[in-house]
């Protein structure tokens, strides 16, 4: 009997380690931050740490030709937030489902008496960009624009001047032209005929170099925002590379290089040093892995 016992106990500790293996590297760090440029800042943010250790980070923006564009990017932040810990999985039937819900909540929103004066045609509209890390992969789902940055942990090899290869782009505008400007056909809203379901996009972590997440409003970069430059002596034309995403990489390298405990003092200052420069509510959310904090140049 004692020895059946102990056999039992032995398999305890055994699912007992295999549950602590697939928990969630810890060490990553993970905050959020924004500059309004507005009088009423149309952006809205958040950060937030599962019970499991995960972290879920999101960023939303008020479209300004909307009636009560702050209102609709903080409730949806808070309609996130709210369940951050409880049904938001990086699961793509769950995001889709979790998008169709916020619009549901927009447009129950709308019927408030605060917003029967308004048009509902044109009536609480803002994008989302939202992150989920899990234990070997970071998933993001979004409607609408802004950027999706995703820098691997080499970038304290190269030097200031090289081109920024170890960056890339995901988030591929929700974006048409029309008159002259950008005009974004996939969004949320209060509309009861929703069709606005979202792009997912997942990465796998680098477990050698670390990774770092940028996503951000349009205020800081979005791709259909990129000016075209002329090249007069050999008559060539070239997209420039964001100014503001060049200062946020020179800030996780140098935070790479030194060891930097206060990065989001540093990232507030950043924001406080532009915000003359911006031409509209500036807001980001970064996470850095494990592995991109451990492994210092």
Same mark, same amino acid.
């Given at each position: 009997?004692? +020895? ?38 149309? *952006? ?8 499991? +250790? ?6 939303? $923006?008020?479209? +300004? ?13 808070? &309609?996130?937030?709210? /369940?951050? *810990? ?15 819900? =916020? ?9 408030? &008496?605060? &917003?029967?004066?308004?048009? *509902? ?5 803002? #994008?989302? =960009?939202?992150? =989920? ?18 820098? /691997? ?61 940028? =996503?951000? #409003? ?10 075209? &430059? ?7 034309? /070239? ?7 060049? *200062? ?32 509209? $509510? ?16």
């Amino acid at each position: 009997m004692l +020895g059946k016992n102990k056999n039992k106990n032995k398999k305890k500790e055994i699912i007992k380690q295999s549950e602590q293996q697939i928990l969630p590297i810890s060490g990553n760090m993970c905050f959020s931050a924004s500059m309004p440029y507005k009088k009423v800042n149309e *952006d809205a943010y958040f950060h937030f740490k599962t019970k499991s +250790g995960l972290y879920v980070f999101a960023v939303a $923006d008020g479209l +300004g030709s909307f009636s009560a564009a702050a209102e609709a990017s903080k409730q949806t932040i808070e &309609y996130v937030k709210q /369940r951050a *810990d409880v049904i938001i999985k990086p699961d793509s039937e769950v995001l889709l489902d979790l998008f169709q819900k =916020i619009n549901n909540h927009l447009c129950e929103l709308a019927k408030d &008496y605060e &917003y029967k004066h308004l048009d *509902d045609k044109k009536l609480f509209g803002t #994008t989302l =960009i939202l992150g =989920i890390e899990d234990t070997d992969k970071v998933t993001f789902a979004y409607l609408g624009n802004g950027a999706i940055i995703h820098l /691997r942990g080499t970038v304290a090899e190269f030097k200031d001047n090289d081109d920024p290869w170890f960056a890339s782009n995901l988030l591929n505008p929700h974006t048409v032209p029309q008159k002259g400007d950008e005009c974004l056909y996939k969004f949320l809203t209060n509309n009861i005929t929703y069709h606005g379901q979202p792009s997912i996009i997942t990465v796998e972590k680098d477990s050698t170099a670390g990774d770092a997440f940028i =996503i951000c #409003t349009d205020g800081i970069s979005s791709q259909d925002h990129f000016q075209l &430059y002329q090249l007069e002596n050999i008559g060539l034309a /070239r997209i420039v590379t964001d100014n503001f995403l060049l *200062d946020l990489y020179h800030i996780l390298k140098k935070f790479k290089n030194t060891d930097n405990p206060n990065l989001e003092n540093v990232i507030d200052e950043f924001l406080n040093n532009n915000k003359e420069k911006f031409k509209d $509510d500036a807001t980001l959310a970064i996470l850095l892995t494990n592995s991109f904090l451990s492994q210092k140049v």
